[in-house]
């Protein structure tokens, strides 16, 4: 099973990926064929109070790429019926509102101790080793970053690495192409397999996912 339940409210899993689009539904597949555990959720922000240490609101930063709308509903396809036919445990009416590290104690962007996280949902808490983000801007990264007491430099993506955070679809100015989307989602997929199952080194992902013409 891809989740273990620990209570009522509380699941347990390896990894959580926030978005239920085409980013995420990339990086659901590249894990599912490497034999790692995720759950897909989509996102919703919260406005107002202000968040408690370690925590932080988690806001839904769309955006429109119309001149490659048709590629990217193609691709789409291909990837829902994949994750259909493979089980894969996407909830598309399940919102992810908040995010919450725990155990972790970083120093200027580098985690000093393995970081855990509370992904927290209308119906209950995802526990996660590793999260996956798909639509957040660069600049609230940087603050969510600094509500978690983290220095960042220049290398946002890596900070975030550092601390078990990974963008796919996450452009700085533009959105990433699909083709670029895909190639981020293979590169995050197989660092989280790497950290997962270190032992099995490089072994090729077991199965197929031909969403793009060769």
């Not at 993506?157 to 996450?170: D, E, S």
Request: hydrophobic share 45%.
């Amino acid at each position: 099973m891809s989740s273990l339940p620990l209570t009522a409210r509380t699941e347990q899993t390896t990894t959580v990926i926030i978005g239920t689009g085409l980013s995420g539904l990339a990086v659901a597949a590249e894990l599912r064929r490497r034999g790692v555990d995720s759950i897909v959720v989509d996102g919703l922000d919260i406005l107002g109070a202000a968040s408690p240490p370690n925590t932080s609101s988690l806001q839904r930063c769309d955006a429109a790429d119309s001149a490659s709308l048709q590629e990217r509903n193609e691709i789409l396809r291909h990837l829902r019926n994949y994750a259909a036919s493979h089980h894969v445990d996407v909830r598309n009416t399940t919102r992810a509102v908040q995010l919450t590290m725990v155990d972790g104690v970083a120093l200027d962007g580098i985690a000093a101790t393995p970081t855990h996280w509370e992904v927290h949902t209308p119906t209950g808490i995802l526990l996660a080793d590793h999260i996956v983000l798909t639509r957040c801007a660069h600049s609230q990264l940087r603050r969510m970053l600094n509500d978690f007491g983290i220095a960042v430099g220049r290398n946002l993506a890596a900070a975030m690495r550092a601390i078990g955070i990974y963008l796919v679809g996450v452009g700085e100015l533009i959105t990433p192409s699909p083709k670029e989307v895909l190639r981020q989602a293979k590169t995050v997929g197989l660092a989280i397999s790497a950290k997962v199952n270190p032992d099995a080194g490089t072994l090729p992902a077991t199965g197929s996912l031909a969403v793009l013409p060769c």
